[in-house]
């Protein structure tokens, strides 16, 4: 499922959700799209199921690897 990454540092891309959970996501992403660790960004999925406006989530980047960032739900 893709996701709107939004960071002040970075602007806006689209990335695409590897894992999910509770506290927070994984997303495939190459290491220079993405804000270093620390930095708050906001998501929103970018399809939702009947016309639903998305919701915006903030988050932070908690780790970046070479195949994406970590990120935890604020």
Do not use: W
């Not at 270093?36 to 639903?52: D, F, H, I, S, W």
């Amino acid at each position: 499922m893709p996701l709107q990454v939004t960071s002040s540092r970075t602007g806006t891309a689209e990335m695409v959700i590897a894992d999910l959970s509770d506290g927070g996501v994984f997303l495939k992403a190459e290491p220079r799209q993405c804000p270093p660790v620390g930095a708050k960004v906001t998501l929103r999925v970018v399809e939702t199921l009947g016309g639903e406006s998305p919701e915006e989530i903030p988050a932070r980047v908690v780790r970046v690897t070479t195949d994406g960032m970590g990120l935890e739900y604020l």
